[in-house]
């Protein structure tokens, strides 16, 4: 979010960053409205997961004060730093064409361009913009833990309900008070 656009020599406008729609993306798609909303997936990673403070609700000490404020918060922090972090990655853009060329130095992936090209520009290699993809695969790896982990208790409570199959099977839990066999079926369905 601030290391990105501070260590790029080059930075985009303003301008381009809040009004450039690039129509001409190599796959036909002229929609303006539509472009815009494919742009807005970028900020849904952003706030994927804000709602696990509600399914963690059962092993949360005084849920009926701490819920809400765990659930707004999230959601808060989400915004801001979505926002920065989308902010960051869009000013550091400079160069669309080679950015959606397949056969550029990162295969084609445009986060890693993004950061590749950054980082390039300031120093010889782009080992830095690797350590940075880094962050994020770490980053991206502990959503998936949150998201298996919401999914895990979900799990949970329809069994306790009755209303899911293998509901016997998913109620078991450890000694810690975790269902186990929750998590193990979420792990193993994401996967």
């Given at each position: 979010m601030i290391?990105?656009?501070?260590?790029?020599?080059?930075?985009?406008?303003?301008?381009?960053?809040?009004?450039?729609?690039?129509?001409?993306?190599?796959?036909?798609?002229?929609?303006?409205?539509?472009?815009?909303?494919?742009?807005?997936?970028?900020?849904?990673?952003?706030?994927?997961g804000y709602d696990a403070s509600a399914h963690m609700t059962e092993e949360t000490k005084k849920a009926d004060e701490n819920e809400p404020k765990g659930i707004i918060?999230?959601?808060?922090?989400?915004?801001?730093?979505?926002?920065?972090?989308?902010?960051?990655?869009?000013?550091?853009?400079?160069?669309?064409?080679?950015?959606?060329?397949?056969?550029?130095?990162s295969s084609g992936y445009a986060i890693a361009e993004i950061f590749y090209q950054a980082f390039k520009s300031r120093y010889d290699h782009g080992v830095a913009g690797i350590i940075c993809l880094g962050i994020v695969a770490v980053a991206i790896f502990f959503c998936g833990m949150s998201s298996i982990t919401s999914n895990s208790r979900m799990a949970y409570t329809f069994s306790r309900d009755g209303a899911m199959?293998?509901?016997?099977?998913?109620l078991k839990v450890n000694k810690q008070g975790v269902p186990i066999n929750a998590?193990?079926?979420?792990?193993?369905?994401?996967?």
């Open positions: 290391l990105i656009p501070s260590v790029a020599t080059e930075r985009a406008s303003a301008k381009f960053v809040f009004t450039h729609f690039n129509t001409d993306n190599g796959v036909g798609i002229n929609s303006r409205i539509y472009i815009f909303v494919l742009g807005l997936l970028l900020s849904q990673y952003t706030i994927t918060s999230s959601i808060g922090i989400s915004i801001i730093v979505g926002w920065g972090y989308v902010l960051g990655i869009t000013f550091a853009v400079t160069d669309i064409p080679h950015l959606l060329n397949p056969d550029n130095d199959p293998l509901s016997s099977f998913c998590v193990w079926l979420s792990a193993f369905m994401a996967f």
